[in-house]
């Protein structure tokens, strides 16, 4: 597949006299085949003194996928970096969000994005205030990304505590809704009061952060930890955290499109202790947290639900995961539009030391639990579990596997119910026996590409870590051709294509009259007069096709005069642009075609594809190109209009 190579079948600008008109209906019609490509650098490689931190992955804009990193640095500092695996198979530059500056040290981003595919980022900043000995404090900080991975404006303080007082902020969650609204969560401790808050903020989809609400603070004798957040359109969301102390549990609340939350409420039934905590809300407004328990030594994988007023749903958590024998391990929860949970963990089988599997169950839009599933093969030490719901119906569960030495990260599809199909493949294996290799996330593209990131942490630089990444190609190229809508019998005609994907791209062309092509042009000649069907077919490495077809009528011989060239323009600015240059591509419909310009009111003059224009004033402008075969000249030049703004006016 080759998911950090060059966008594929584009259309050769040397070849600008056999470009064709798009002129008929075109159908579109895909055939799914799906393939993982290969291990890529997300980060920048491990050593001794820089490496990564918390990763995130979520998917961006056009179906790319932005990876969110911490990263240490050599010189003591550290920063959040950013990098995109772009829809068309290439690899941006590492992107830096966040450096280190007077205010301390950025660490541990966690992010996520809406339907925008636009990140949104929370971490951790250090404050530290040295004259000449050091006090310290923090500061929790929420950035949004353009579909590059850059900053849009400077970062928001949602907290922070004051220098020289023992007050931390802990870890914090963040999610985006559908609607780009994003609800962050985190917690605070009050040394002085020895007491722990969890506190919330809500982001618009554009807009600043909300001032923060405390949505419960604790008694001294217990103390908050591992916040969740799930967020709803409009605002607000499902908040959970865990307890731990003299009432231990995992409490939940509701937080309202005004930061008004809900009275919390314990989510478990018992006093056993409690490890991690997961959650997830579907479009009604019910929560639904997943959380390990302590249950007379034995992990208990649990879900709990609540509604949208903030109550308790059922007189009791529900256990998720089996067997008394074993002994469940936290994964991750995600939901279909539908309502439908998807819970994945890992389960030991204390009879049997190496078989330790990973597993997948459904909870239904009624809260009744589905059949418990075995995604990793029986007899192996499958830890680890990520999972994800695609948006196409779906999903994907990866895994850490250490069974072989060394480890490695492998990954199976799910099937429409969310029911382990095919076999796992291996998406990463490590170099050395005595390094770590652990996926951190799994994350669908709306067009059903998926991407697992993961981490290495090797052992012989003190554990320092770096992300790599494996992207899914389960989507048809996006495919656009060019078929002239007449020609002559006799009269050599060109089509055209030019597909977009991850990998590279194959055509192959029929013409209804027997004759064949491959390539993104193709040349033909009909010898006979009638309506024939022309069809591309781009097929990209993984297997998956799109087709197009259209009908070209061909006239007798003798008409006179032939049919003339047609022109198209096949590429050009925006509607609305601030540069002063511009570039069109433009093809014809006949073979050996010359061509002719015009801006505006100038003359025509000849020119080729690509035509760029310089020194553009600014306002409206409109170009014209038209294609000449001998005496046939286009009658119907191709045309587009667009704006160049005027700049804006310095402060």
Not at 19 to 36: H, Q, R, T, Y
Not at 133 to 142: H, K, M, P, R, T
Not at 221 to 231: E, F, G, K, S, Y
Request: proline letters at 7%; glycine letters at 10%; one cysteine or more.
């Amino acid at each position: 597949m080759g998911n950090a190579g060059v966008m594929k079948g584009f259309l050769s600008t040397a070849v600008a006299m056999v470009m064709v008109a798009f002129c008929a209906a075109v159908i579109p019609a895909g055939a799914s085949a799906a393939a993982w490509g290969d291990n890529f650098d997300v980060s920048v490689p491990a050593n001794l003194d820089q490496g990564t931190q918390e990763g995130s992955v979520v998917a961006g804009p056009d179906n790319s996928f932005i990876y969110v990193w911490g990263q240490d640095l050599s010189n003591g500092e550290s920063g959040i970096f950013s990098r995109v695996s772009y829809g068309d198979g290439t690899l941006g530059p590492i992107r830096r969000v966040a450096s280190s500056n007077l205010a301390g040290n950025p660490a541990f981003p966690v992010a996520s994005a809406g339907a925008d595919g636009l990140p949104r980022v929370v971490w951790r900043r250090i404050v530290a205030s040295c004259t000449p000995s050091c006090v310290f404090g923090y500061q929790l900080e929420y950035q949004k990304l353009d579909r590059d991975g850059l900053p849009v404006g400077a970062p928001s303080i949602l907290d922070s505590t004051p220098i020289a007082d023992a007050d931390t902020i802990g870890y914090a969650a963040i999610s985006t809704a559908s609607d780009g609204s994003s609800l962050v969560s985190w917690t605070v401790f009050d040394s002085s009061a020895t007491t722990t808050a969890v506190r919330s903020a809500r982001v618009p989809s554009s807009g600043s952060p909300s001032a923060a609400a405390t949505v419960f603070t604790s008694s001294t004798l217990n103390t908050l930890a591992w916040p969740t957040a799930a967020a709803k359109p409009g605002g607000g969301g499902f908040v959970s955290w865990l307890s731990s102390g003299q009432n231990r549990g995992v409490q939940g609340s509701m937080v309202g499109p005004s930061g008004t939350s809900t009275t919390p409420q314990f989510l478990t039934d018992t006093n056993d202790p409690v490890f991690y905590d997961k959650s997830t809300i579907d479009s009604q407004g019910k929560g639904t947290v997943f959380y390990t328990r302590s249950d007379s030594g034995t992990q208990r994988v649990t879900m709990r639900q609540m509604d949208s007023s903030g109550a308790v749903i059922g007189a009791s958590p529900q256990l998720i995961s089996g067997a008394a024998a074993g002994s469940g391990g936290l994964g991750t929860i995600d939901a279909k539009s539908d309502g439908t949970v998807l819970f994945s963990w890992q389960e030991e089988n204390s009879d049997i030391d190496s078989d330790s599997g990973v597993w997948v169950r459904t909870a239904s839009p009624a809260g009744t639990l589905g059949t418990t599933h075995r995604a990793s093969p029986a007899n192996v030490d499958a830890r680890e579990a990520i999972s994800a719901v695609s948006p196409l119906g779906g999903g994907m569960i990866a895994w850490r596997d250490l069974t072989a030495d060394p480890d490695q990260v492998l990954a199976r599809n799910l099937d429409g119910n969310l029911v382990p199909v095919g076999n796992p493949t291996v998406l990463a294996t490590n170099d050395v026996s005595t390094d770590d290799l652990s996926p951190l996330g799994v994350e669908f593209a709306p067009n059903g590409d998926a991407s697992v990131l993961s981490s290495f942490y090797i052992d012989a630089d003190d554990s320092a870590g770096e992300l790599n990444a494996n992207v899914y190609d389960a989507a048809p190229p996006e495919l656009t051709p060019w078929i002239p809508s007449k020609a002559t019998v006799g009269q050599e005609i060109v089509a055209a294509a030019e597909a977009t994907d991850r990998s590279p791209i194959e055509y192959s062309w029929t013409f209804g009259d027997g004759g064949t092509a491959t390539g993104a042009f193709a040349k033909h000649t009909f010898t006979g007069p009638g309506t024939y069907p022309v069809q591309v077919t781009a097929t990209d490495s993984a297997g998956n096709q799109a087709t197009t077809s259209a009908n070209v009528e061909v006239l007798p011989a003798f008409v006179d005069p032939p049919v003339p060239p047609n022109t198209t323009i096949t590429g050009k600015p925006a509607k609305k642009v601030k540069s002063k240059t511009a570039t069109f591509k433009f093809i014809s419909s006949l073979s050996g075609s010359k061509f002719e310009c015009r801006l505006d009111k100038a003359g025509w003059s000849d020119c080729k594809s690509p035509k760029k224009l310089k020194k553009l004033k600014a306002g409206k402008h409109t170009f014209k190109v038209r294609a000449i075969k001998g005496d046939l000249i286009d009658a119907t030049p191709a045309s587009y209009g667009w704006t160049v703004k005027k700049p804006k006016k310095k402060k």
